[in-house]
């Protein structure tokens, strides 16, 4: 009567010439469906992308992200500033060579240079007909006691693209108004134009 081995493992087989063979314990089996499952790198991949596809619907470049911005090109700037229904007292309040300023933050914004224009403040006045049945016209007539001064300002700005002119960081652009000090003078005056100049 063969003899059996009850102490043998589980999972050895035996053969009729005595030899064994080991068989695998459950070998994982890969899963249907998912044959490349993701992993840190790819994660990593796709954030990439979809940060760039951000940045690029709102029209962000890397540069202005990290700081590096365009820096500008330094130039001399001439503009002129005009102060209306100035009271005429202070028609030789400002001189070439006074210096100016924000009258808020003090922040220097030029020289005065050549000659200051001062005129009579004018106002649109509706003046009727001499002839009877006639259209009213308009007419500029001027203010009593009142003037406009014309100052011609000169300042190193630097001019950067899409952000235009500034001078000591105060934007110097046509049409907007400035409250400025100057040593004898404080108004609020408006920028009519500007221009490069040549470099003194």
Do not use: W
């Amino acid at each position: 009567m063969a003899e059996t081995n009850n102490n043998r493992p589980k999972d050895e087989m035996a053969f009729s010439d005595g030899g064994r063979i080991r068989a695998k314990k459950n070998a994982p089996r890969a899963k249907k469906g998912n044959r490349y499952p993701l992993n840190l790198f790819d994660l990593l991949v796709i954030f990439v992308l979809l940060v760039a596809v951000v940045l690029l619907a709102f029209g962000i470049r890397l540069p202005d992200l990290f700081g590096g911005q365009e820096t500008g090109r330094a130039c001399r700037l001439e503009y002129t500033v005009t102060f209306r229904g100035v009271d005429e007292r202070f028609a030789a309040a400002v001189a070439s060579g006074d210096a100016l300023s924000t009258a808020d933050t003090g922040v220097a914004i030029g020289s005065v240079t050549g000659e200051v224009e001062v005129n009579p403040h004018t106002v649109p006045t509706l003046v009727p007909s001499a002839e009877e049945g006639g259209e009213a016209t308009v007419v500029m007539k001027p203010v009593p006691g009142q003037v406009d001064i014309t100052v011609t300002v000169v300042a190193d700005a630097i001019y950067t693209q899409g952000v235009g002119y500034t001078v000591n960081g105060q934007a110097i652009r046509a049409g907007a108004a400035y409250h400025v000090r100057f040593p004898n003078y404080v108004g609020v005056g408006s920028c009519d134009s500007l221009r490069e100049s040549a470099a003194s």
